[in-house]
């Protein structure tokens, strides 16, 4: 449904500032009906990946196919008619103050020249779609972030488009709104049957919808997949983002990681280690979570009085489908939730050019 | 000192000419300022159809307009007045000037008022699949109207006093009025009179622009 060819943005260099590539060759493809992720650290391009999909930025270069198009080959018009295919969702709303969130709703239909009897009946429809039904003469002013998001989801869907690109969608929400909006996102995805495009900064939003994800680094994939294979990959960057085992302050021994899954549980690690070998384990790291609909967890263990049989009981462990390896501190980038402040950031660390730029000459 | 009854009726016309020339050409300067307005907005760098050479040349036009103190624009624009409308005397003579010092005062602050709305809600727009024009009138219009009726607001109280400045030189309207009774037959009741009067009409006008734009902000 999306397929993206070595896609490259660059920012060229303006008043000082330097040029920017914000996307630096970037292949995705995302699968009719998928529910896919981009993740990455503020200034890594996310942004500015999601507006390459729908041509919101024209490429420097590469190619962009959606729904079997190739955008990238379209003139101004076409982008235009072939941007109904791809409705869009973004972290501040955006919604228009002078109108309200039937209005609201209603200006893409107004755009693509729907009749007005059609136009209310679709309104009246997308409204109660998103759980609104009852809030069709309210202004922007008078919602909450969650259902001012709501009104931009049926805004984006009111064309029948076959994708939803989520910019940061969950990212100005309190927790409550967030989980409502992406239980709204997974139900629109099922009845409606939407490809997904969701860039974000928290990977708790990433494990609770997505299929697959990708990890974007300095205009980079770094990583990607989809989640059940990330997530039981060893090494892999996009799992230790995903489900964080840094070791805890003062941990000793032997560090080893262990990868939980359904197939895979950590009780025949725990029992070979501190059963048959008799070494002491202790936790020292680890979160297990819901990914996807099913558990997946990665552990960090310390294990103390090690006489030579470890690596031989890992490979074993190995051998018999366990996923375990041996570690050392600090051998995993840390968490970037904490650190990422999605707002203060412009794409590819460049300041975005307000549209209505200050001019030049002088007043 | 008991000749109001002969000066009243003449108060009265001057005031009528003062509203008639504010009024058409205030009519006018919305006509053109907006349109110029959201050309000099949609051309700057970075904005929805940037055009570095008209906006420079905008721009420049526009401030020439702005710097020009408005009683040598009047002997300046005579010739085009004359050519307009005949002569450059009495207050419908006087619309053009008015409209020509006018418009690049309104076209700065639509410019103002439109750079005010959110890129965000211009990219949405964008993302639906709209042509430029359509940004500009259901997203860029619509969302500054408050600040467009604001600002017409400024530009009309701005006109009213420009037009007692046209009285000067024979426009006619309250200004004229003013000089010509009050200042030159030193009477200074006339004076105040028409001060309050003109006061009057400048409040009205505040009054009711502050109303209508603050019942179309609903933010």
């Known amino acids: 449904m999306i397929e993206l060819t070595d896609v490259r943005k660059v920012f060229p260099a303006r008043r000082g500032a330097a040029e920017v590539v914000a996307v630096d060759g970037v292949s995705l493809s995302v699968a009719d009906g998928e529910f896919a992720g981009v993740v990455g650290p503020s200034g890594s391009g996310k942004s500015t990946l999601a507006r390459l999909v729908n041509l919101l930025e024209r490429p420097s270069s590469g190619r962009v196919v959606v ?13 235009r008619q072939a941007r109904r ?21 209603e200006h893409p239909l107004e755009l693509a020249g729907v009749g007005r009897a059609e136009r209310r009946r679709r309104v009246a429809d997308l409204l109660d779609l998103v759980g609104l039904g009852d809030r069709h003469a309210s202004r922007p002013a008078q919602l909450s972030g969650g259902q001012k998001q709501r009104v931009a989801i049926a805004r984006a869907l009111a064309a029948r488009p076959k994708v939803l690109l989520c910019d940061e969608a969950t990212s100005a929400l309190d927790p409550a709104s967030t989980t409502g909006v992406l239980d709204l996102l997974r139900q629109v995805r099922a009845e409606l049957g ?79 280690l501190a059963g048959e070998l008799g070494l002491d384990v202790e936790v020292v790291g680890g979160s297990v979570e819901t990914v996807a609909g099913r558990r997946f967890g990665r552990l960090l263990l310390s294990v ?60 | 000192m008991n000749d109001w009854d002969r000066i009243a009726p003449q108060l009265a016309e001057a005031t009528w000419d003062t509203l008639y020339m504010v009024g058409v050409s205030a009519l006018l300067t919305v006509l053109i300022g907006v349109p110029l307005g959201v050309l000099l907005t949609v051309t700057a760098p970075g904005a929805l159809s940037p055009s570095p050479l008209v906006h420079r040349v905008l721009g420049l036009v526009v401030n020439l307009g702005r710097s020009l103190p408005f009683i040598i624009l009047l002997v300046l624009v005579a010739p085009v007045t004359r050519g307009i409308v005949g002569t450059t005397i009495g207050s419908t003579a006087t619309i ?59 530009t009309v109280v701005a006109l009213i006093s420009y037009s007692a400045m046209a009285g000067a030189i024979g426009g006619g309207g309250l200004g004229d009025f003013a000089i010509r009774y009050g200042y030159q037959q030193f009477r200074t009741d006339i004076t105040v009179a028409t001060v309050v009067l003109l006061l009057a009409v400048v409040q009205l006008l505040q009054w009711a622009g502050d109303r209508w734009a603050r019942r179309l902000a609903h933010a």
Do not use: Y
Request: charged residues 25%; negative net charge; glycine residues 10%.
């Open chain 2, 96 to 154: 053009v000037p008015l409209t020509i010092g006018a418009v690049p005062f309104l076209a700065r602050l639509v410019e103002t008022s439109l750079r005010e709305v959110g890129h965000g809600k211009v990219e949405a727009t964008l993302a639906m699949g709209a042509r430029r024009r359509d940004v500009v009138r259901t997203v860029l219009l619509p969302e500054a109207l408050p600040s467009l009726v604001a600002g017409i607001t400024v």
């Open chain 1, 304 to 363: 103390t009085g090690d006489d030579g049989r470890l690596d031989a009981a890992l490979q074993r462990l190995r051998d018999g489908g366990s996923l375990v390896e041996r570690a050392t501190p600090g051998d995993e980038p840390p968490p970037m939730d904490a650190h990422d402040e999605p707002d203060a950031a412009a794409p590819g660390g460049r300041q975005v050019p307000n549209l209505l730029d200050a001019p030049e000459v002088q007043r």
């Open chain 1, 85 to 105: 295919t791809v409705g869009m969702v973004f972290q501040h709303f955006n919604l228009l103050d002078s109108r309200t969130a039937a209005g609201n709703v």
């Open chain 1, 194 to 272: 939407l490809t997904v495009l969701l860039i974000t900064h928290e990977m708790a939003v990433v494990r609770a919808v997505c299929d697959s994800a990708v990890l974007l680094d300095r205009g980079r994939v770094l990583d990607g997949g989809p989640l059940a294979e990330v997530l039981t990959r060893p090494h892999s960057p996009l799992a230790a983002q995903l489900l964080p085992a840094p070791a805890v302050a003062g941990a000793t021994g032997d560090l080893v990681r262990v990868t939980v899954t359904e197939s895979a549980p950590e009780g025949r690690v725990l029992r070979t």
């Open chain 1, 67 to 79: 729904d079997g198009q190739v955008l990238t080959d379209l003139d101004d018009d076409g982008v």
